[in-house]
């Protein structure tokens, strides 16, 4: 059964709109990120779990299946492709479910040919915590964008104090690339942006710690036009707060706080939503999507996705409006 669809569709703010895949199975892909290789969108994203394994309200923010993806030609309608890193059946496994393989993002690597992955690993039952297995940087990597990746263990990067929370990966215009995430010792809590080795497999020694993103979360870099900004939430678990962005000149800083970039947003919620990605719209110059997810803590396989055009009322500056429903061949065009 083909499901067509031509907008993107937010929904009211109190709704959970289902978005479908062209099976119309609905898409369960939670706080991933989007990779264009040779025409096609991939957009993947940790699968959360089903009911009725996940009792209402609790432990639905873990997977026993893996990180999956999907694909489309033009960002509306979206294929299933699989499991692209699969939850093991063995219990002495690393990857043996539930567990957590949170905020997985996927960069290309030029040098050596490989998709490389990096997530927020939480091994089995998939508690949250600072004890070894409980907050690592997961990586993987495959030959090919949509072919099964092969786990290549954990770290935790600067030292082995700091678990890892939140994080994403960021690829520069040179090629480098980062690891961004929420670093917790204790109750100090702080954005950290690494660099990465030139095969994107490991952490290097360069890193910054950028203060003015202190007891932040789901960091969401993005450059535009000669400046760096990230989207970032407040940490209220799985509740949504008010976002901060932050901007640079460069990426290890000086950061400047901007404040809160969600227009009208009277609620304080981020309109109910919570940062995942940011990426570029191929064939619109300037057009750059923020995918926010609306975590639905009843029934976690049923979150939604909010996906908002990035709107640059000056050069250095951003805002996300809230849109019901959009198209972004239109965008620009159209009134909110
Ligand atoms: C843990 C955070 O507390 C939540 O807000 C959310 O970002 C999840 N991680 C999902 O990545």
């Known amino acids: 059964m083909e499901q067509r669809y031509h907008a993107f569709t937010n929904g009211e703010i109190t709704e959970y709109v289902s978005w479908k895949d062209t099976e119309g199975n609905e898409i369960n892909a939670s706080d991933g990120g989007m990779i264009y290789v040779d025409g096609v969108y991939h957009w993947y994203g940790q699968k959360l779990r089903a009911l009725p394994f996940a009792p209402k309200g609790k432990g639905g923010q873990v997977t026993t299946e893996g990180v999956v993806m999907y694909r489309s030609e033009d960002l509306y309608n979206w294929t299933y492709e699989g499991v692209i890193l699969p939850c093991s059946k063995d219990p002495n496994s690393p990857l043996y479910g539930p567990m957590r393989f949170e905020r997985p993002k996927i960069i290309y690597n030029e040098r050596t040919k490989k998709y490389v992955l990096w997530c927020h690993y939480v091994a089995y039952p998939g508690d949250h915590g600072d004890e070894p297995g409980t907050g690592e940087a997961g990586i993987a990597s495959c030959d090919t964008v949509n072919g099964t990746y092969e786990w290549h263990g954990t770290t935790r990067p600067i030292d082995d104090l700091g678990s890892v929370k939140d994080s994403t990966l960021y690829k520069d215009r040179d090629g480098k690339a980062y690891f961004i995430y929420d670093r917790k ?41 000669g400046w760096y900004f990230i989207f970032t939430s407040g940490l209220t678990s799985w509740k949504a707060n008010p976002a901060k962005y932050y901007r640079a000149k460069s990426l290890m800083g000086p950061w400047t706080e901007m404040g809160d970039p969600y227009e009208g947003d009277v609620t304080g919620t981020s309109f109910e939503s919570q940062s995942t990605y940011v990426f570029p719209v191929e064939g619109k110059p ?48 159209q009134h909110v």
């Open 185 to 225: 010792v204790g109750d100090d809590r702080c954005t950290h942006i690494v660099e990465l080795s030139e095969d994107y497999l490991s952490c290097t020694d360069h890193y910054r710690r950028v203060q003015e993103a202190y007891w932040r979360e789901a960091a969401t870099p993005m450059y535009h036009d």
């Open 286 to 333: 300037g057009l750059f999507i923020h995918m926010a997810e609306r975590h639905n803590t009843e029934n976690f396989e049923r979150c939604s996705y909010i996906w908002t055009p990035v709107e640059f009322p000056t050069k250095d500056s951003v805002v996300l409006r809230y849109r019901k429903t959009w198209q972004w061949e239109t965008f620009g065009e």
